[in-house]
């Protein structure tokens, strides 16, 4: 069914023709036309380049690369979805979803204004919370959304930081592969401008959305008056969960438990072990220099769970295959 645009350019044309005989009635002439055509071309262009040799050609060279590319994507749905990004919440307005509000004052003084949002991750406070929070933030973290420095806050906090940490990495793996799909095939720019979605689906590269769900914690201040309003957030990434991990162990001095020598596994100490290794996996032997897109991961030899401690001779890099399959294993 032709669009209404093209509708009304067929409907304009007999009046444009009419008046081409001068230079405006003929430019308005050329420039409808080239509106009609250029999808036109375009899409016959499109047809053309998916239906070539040298199209065909390229997927199935790159068929090797796509379903490893697949099967990490799924390993990323995995990994969010059993995944849990929950730590401490706010008491303040715990109960506000019982009540209504309406802004009742005269029309001429009913102004948009600076409203309270309750919820569990927003501590309302006053202006002085919320300025110390955004200089000592961790410290404000913890006191008002009741992250305990004990054993069972810091296996939490340490829950949270491996799901994350794993799951950036995965992220950004999946990310490089569709980067170096793309180099590989390299498509007209037209066919990525145009028609993204059916170039991936031609390759048969299942594309993941998935984004990392960093917890997002907030302190509020509004004026009685909404008049003002001032906030600070706090995103639990990578950094922010692993410097609240060493302070809960300075603080409950329990490095030696299971939640201690997990929270020791940082960001820093994973590159360390994974450069250590050479960048490949030692079960298997698979590196990058073998797999510039490989997935690594680094693992405990002998697991926390049955007392193993989070240090250079315990760990050992391990790409996402082996490591999956390994689970709480002892692999001699």
Known sequence: ????????????????????????????????????????????????????????????????VVAEHNEVVNYVQEIRSQGSFELGASSTGQHAHLATFENTSTWNNNRNR??????????????????????????????????????????DVQRVSDDISRLEDAVDNVKGREADITAKIDPPAFILKHYSDEFWNQIGVDLS????????????????????????????NTSTLDTLSSILVEKIRWTKSAAGQRALMTAKLRGQIKERDGYACLQCGVSVASEPHLLLEVDH????????????????????????????????
Not at 115 to 127: K, M, Q, R
Request: glycine share 8%; aromatic share 10%; hydrophobic share 40%.
């Open 1 to 64: 069914m032709p669009s209404p645009l093209l509708i009304t350019l067929l409907i304009a044309l007999p009046f444009v023709i009419g008046s081409s005989t001068n230079s405006v009635g003929l430019g308005i002439l050329v420039f409808i036309l080239i509106l009609i055509a250029n999808p036109i071309v375009r899409m016959i262009r499109k047809n053309r380049y998916f239906g070539s040799e040298h199209f065909q050609v390229l997927r199935a060279e790159t068929g090797a």
């Open 301 to 332: 030899i002998m697991p926390v769970s049955k007392g193993g401690l989070s240090t250079f001779e315990n760990l050992q890099t391990l790409c996402w295959r082996c490591n999956r399959s390994k689970g709480a294993k002892i692999i001699a």
């Open 209 to 236: 959305p998935i984004t990392v769900p960093y917890p997002q914690y907030k302190f509020q201040y509004t004026s009685a008056g909404g008049n003002s309003g001032q906030t600070v957030g706090i995103e639990l």
């Open 114 to 155: 600076n409203v309270a949002e309750y919820a569990p991750h927003v501590h309302n406070a006053s202006l002085q919370v919320v300025r110390n929070a955004s200089t000592d933030p961790i410290k404000y973290l913890m006191k008002y959304f009741s992250i305990k420095a004990d054993q069972g806050t810091l296996a």
